[in-house]
C-alpha cells in the first residue's frame, strides 16, 4: 500500500503536490464526494480551492508509468487459469457543456425526457481484472477516452493490446493461458477478434450477442446444385430465435446454481456471422472477400433469475488462439463476473465523484480520471488493512468477505494518519493581484456535438444580386 502511494507521486509530473493529495481529499471526504471544491475542505488537502483547479489545469500524469502501476497492483489470482479482463464504456455527461471539445453522443439507459437514448458527454472505455466469487472489487486497469472521430472497435483493440503488454511487463501472465477479454453487447465481436488476430494478440473474446443475429455454419467444398462455378462461402443458416431446430451441440453442461438454480449451457463450433461492406469493413477492396472469422457459440440457460423474473436465454460468442483450451464451465462463469464491473462504476460515480466536476477541457477530464483511478486502486489494496466503521444499523460482514468499497472509504482517513503521504507542504503565499480592471475575457468557443471543428455559420445578411438570383 504505502509502496503504491510512492510509486502514485512519482507518476504526477507538473503540481506533483497538489495532485496526490486531491486523491487522499477524495479517499478522507467524509461521505460521497459531492463536488471539486468541496474537496479544498477536506483536511488531507492542504491547499487552497485555487490551488486545486490549478492542478487539474496546469498538472500532467505520466500515464504510461501509472499504467504499469495498476497492472502491478493487481493481486494475483489463487488459480492458475486464464485472467479475466472486462472492458466496457461508460460516459461522463455533459450534455450543457458547449464550450468543451469532443464530446459525443453516448448511450445513456435514461434521459430526462424519457424518449432519448444518448447524452452529450465524454465516453471512457474502462478495462478491469476480474475475481472470483461474490465481489464487488474490479481492478481497474486502464481507461481511454473515446473522441468523436475514434473508431470505437480499434479504440478497444489498441486498449486491451497496451493491457496484454502491461500485464507481460509485470509478470502476471508467465504459464497462463491466453487472457479472456469479456464484452457486452454492442461490440463488434468479428472484427474485434479479426484485428486481434491479425496483430498477433494472444488473447480469448468473449461477448453477449443479441438474441435477433444470425450465425452459418462452415461453407461445403462444392455448390449444392453440383454445377461448375465458384463454391459457396456460407453453409448451413443457424437463427437464434430457432435456436429449437438446430442439431445437437457439440458440447453441452449442466450445473447447479443457488442463485439460478439448473443451468444449461450449450456450445456450437464453427459459427460466423456474414459480413457486410459497411461500417470498419466498408475500407476493404471491393474485389476481395470479406473475412469469415469462426468461433463457437455459447447458450446459456437458468431455472430462475432472482426476484422471481422470468429467465431469458444469454448467447454468447467466443474465439481463442489455436491450441487454447476450450473450458466451456470458465466460460459461462466468467461473463457472469463481468457484472462486477457495473459496480465499480456506480462506486467511481456516486462515491467517489467522478462525474461530478463541471471540467472543461478533455484534457482535465483525462487528468481527473486518472486520478480516481488511483484513489480507487488504493481502496482496493486497503480492504482487508481499513477499520470498519460500522454504523449500528448495518450488518457485520463475514470474516472471510472483505470489506466493501463503501466501509474501505469510511475508514480510510484512520489508515492515512498511519501511513503518511509523500506530498511536501504548501509554501505561504500571498493573494495574486487578480485580473486588472476593466479588462474582459473572450467569448469562449462553442463545440457542437459528435464534431471536433465547428460548422461555420451563414452570413446572414445576402447580397441583392444574390437575393435577385434566388428570386
Known amino acids: 500500500m504505502t509502496a503504491f502511494r510512492k510509486g502514485l507521486y512519482r507518476c504526477l509530473r507538473r503540481r506533483a503536490d497538489a495532485l496526490f493529495e486531491l486523491v487522499d481529499a ?27 483547479y490549478d492542478a487539474l489545469a496546469c498538472g500532467t500524469v505520466d500515464t504510461g508509468a501509472l499504467r504499469g502501476l495498476l497492472a502491478g497492483a493487481w493481486d494475483l489470482p489463487v488459480d492458475d487459469g486464464p485472467l479475466k479482463i472486462a472492458v466496457d464504456v461508460s460516459p461522463w455527461p455533459r450534455p450543457d457543456a458547449e464550450t468543451s471539445a469532443e464530446r459525443c453522443h453516448c448511450y445513456t439507459a ?40 475514434d473508431d470505437a472497435t480499434l479504440a478497444t483493440v489498441r486498449q486491451v493490446a497496451s493491457v496484454v503488454e502491461q500485464l507481460k511487463d509485470t509478470g502476471l501472465l508467465a504459464d497462463r493461458p491466453a487472457p479472456v477479454i469479456v464484452l457486452d453487447s454492442g461490440y463488434d465481436l468479428s472484427r474485434i477478434s479479426y484485428l486481434a488476430g491479425r496483430e498477433g494478440l494472444a488473447v480469448q473474446v468473449l461477448g453477449r450477442v443479441r438474441s435477433d443475429r444470425v450465425f452459418y455454419g462452415a461453407a461445403s467444398a462444392c455448390r449444392r446444385d453440383g454445377k461448375p462455378g465458384r463454391p459457396p462461402r456460407h453453409g448451413e443458416r443457424y437463427p437464434l430465435k430457432e435456436w429449437a431446430s438446430w442439431p445437437a451441440p457439440d458440447e453441452q453442461l449442466h450445473a447447479d446454481s443457488p442463485r439460478y438454480g439448473k443451468v444449461e449451457v450449450s456450445a456450437w463450433h464453427g459459427l460466423h456471422q456474414k459480413l457486410g461492406r459497411q461500417g470498419g469493413w466498408a475500407h476493404l477492396p471491393a474485389k476481395d472477400d470479406l473475412p469469415i472469422v469462426a468461433g463457437t457459440l455459447v447458450r446459456i440457460h437458468v431455472g430462475h433469475l432472482p426476484g422471481n423474473r422470468t429467465p431469458e436465454d444469454v448467447w454468447l460468442w467466443h474465439t481463442a488462439p489455436a491450441k487454447t483450451a476450450f473450458d466451456l464451465d470458465l466460460l459461462w462463469k466468467t461473463y457472469l463476473r463481468r457484472f462486477d464491473l457495473e459496480h465499480t462504476f456506480k462506486t467511481l460515480k456516486t462515491l467517489l465523484g467522478w462525474t461530478l466536476p463541471q471540467i472543461r477541457t478533455p484534457a482535465q477530464g483525462d487528468c481527473w480520471t486518472w486520478l ?42 484512520h489508515l492515512r494518519r498511519l501511513m503518511g503521504t509523500p506530498a511536501r507542504k504548501p509554501k505561504p503565499t500571498t493573494p495574486g493581484p487578480g485580473r486588472p480592471p476593466g479588462s474582459t475575457r473572450p467569448r469562449r468557443t462553442r463545440h457542437p456535438v459528435g464534431k471536433k471543428t465547428p460548422t461555420p455559420k451563414k452570413n446572414k445578411t445576402t447580397p441583392a444580386r444574390e437575393r435577385g438570383q434566388n428570386g
Open 110 to 149: 435514461c434521459r430526462c425526457d424519457g424518449s432519448r437514448k444518448t447524452i452529450p458527454g465524454w465516453p471512457y472505455s474502462f478495462a478491469a481484472g476480474l475475481e472470483w466469487g461474490a465481489s464487488s472489487w474490479t481492478a481497474l486497469l486502464d481507461a481511454v477516452r473515446i473522441g468523436p472521430d
Open 372 to 413: 480516481i483511478l488511483a484513489a480507487h486502486t488504493q481502496l482496493r489494496l486497503a480492504r482487508h488493512l481499513a477499520p470498519d466503521l460500522r454504523r449500528r444499523w448495518e450488518k457485520p460482514l463475514p470474516t472471510h468477505r472483505a470489506l466493501t468499497p463503501g466501509r474501505v472509504h469510511r475508514g480510510f482517513a
Open 26 to 52: 477524495v479517499l478522507t471526504a467524509p461521505g460521497r464526494v459531492g463536488s471539486l471544491v468541496e474537496l479544498s475542505e477536506v483536511n488531507a488537502f492542504r491547499r487552497g480551492h485555487g490551488a486545486l
